[in-house]
């Protein structure tokens, strides 16, 4: 997450009186929509909570004020009737890049903290490295770091026109662009050729990069392509493409916000052809 309004950090600060935190109720996110940062609870808002988290990882400083991530047992009764419990899905276009990105850092971390409680080598108990965002084995010498998964996503065009699908497994009409996971030793190039063909059944020459973003459902990294279309006909993969089509600029369905990296790919394609 790169933004001047976070600086990532593993050296807590002595003092927390002033700190703000990020916290979920098992793996629900607790909101307080009565503020402009919803995601970041005061420390006023804390005397509700649990008093001893299952996790607490510093996160670093967000606008100079430290800040953490909390993880609280789902199973102790929650008395705050002020927050709203939700999700990552919650923030999306009600904040900023910056601050869902930080919400995002959060979730992720505690998910890796839960997942490496014991070293996957021996077994042993792992601590937090003190000077780097790692999870360390005494007895083996074992440090794992918290992964992403780096997937590619790609607008295929014909012309002006756009490639669009509907996924099988997502509620609603809305249609996007085509994105899969890259494999162990498969290239992103090579992998986006390879998601196009199994999931629509096209082929696709010239590529060019479009930008990226992190997407912490679970723990994403988007690459953004155009691909230009060379031939075959639209035929879904099944169990993930339930319709695919191609649709002009000036009728278009129902697609992705312009916050995530796919509305992103589709308006920067429609500016482009000149459609509002």
Not at 41 to 52: D, H, I, T, V, Y
Not at 117 to 129: D, L
Not at 209 to 235: C, K
């Amino acid at each position: 997450m790169q933004d001047s309004a976070f600086q990532a950090s593993v050296i807590e600060p002595e003092s927390t009186e002033a700190a703000r935190y990020c916290v979920f109720y098992g793996r629900e996110l607790l909101l307080d929509f009565q503020s402009q940062e919803p995601c970041l609870l005061e420390p006023g808002a804390m005397r509700f909570l649990a008093p001893q988290p299952l996790r607490r990882l510093f996160l670093g400083y967000w606008r100079n004020t430290p800040c953490y991530a909390m993880e609280l047992d789902s199973g102790v009764p929650l008395e705050a009737p002020s927050l709203t419990r939700g999700s990552l899905y919650h923030l999306l276009g009600r904040v900023d890049d910056a601050l869902f990105g930080l919400a995002g850092n959060a979730q992720q971390l505690l998910a890796w903290a839960r997942d490496n409680h014991y070293c996957g080598r021996c077994g042993a108990a792992m601590e937090f490295h003190t000077e780097e965002r790692a999870r360390s084995c005494a007895p083996c010498d074992n440090n794992v770091y918290p992964s992403i998964s780096p997937c590619i996503i790609t607008l295929v065009s014909r012309g002006e026109e756009l490639l669009l699908a509907r996924n099988a497994n997502f509620p609603g009409e809305m249609y996007s662009t085509l994105a899969g996971f890259i494999e162990v030793g498969e290239s992103v190039e090579d992998c986006l050729r390879r998601e196009v063909r199994e999931e629509v059944g096209v082929e696709v020459g010239e590529l060019r990069y479009f930008g990226s973003q992190p997407w912490p459902f679970p723990n994403q990294l988007m690459l953004g392509f155009f691909a230009e279309y060379t031939g075959g006909e639209i035929v879904c993969e099944d169990e993930e493409i339930a319709e695919a089509y191609w649709f002009r600029p000036d009728d278009l369905p129902t697609i992705p916000p312009r916050h995530s990296i796919a509305g992103q790919l589709i308006r920067h394609h429609v500016a482009r052809h000149g459609a509002r």
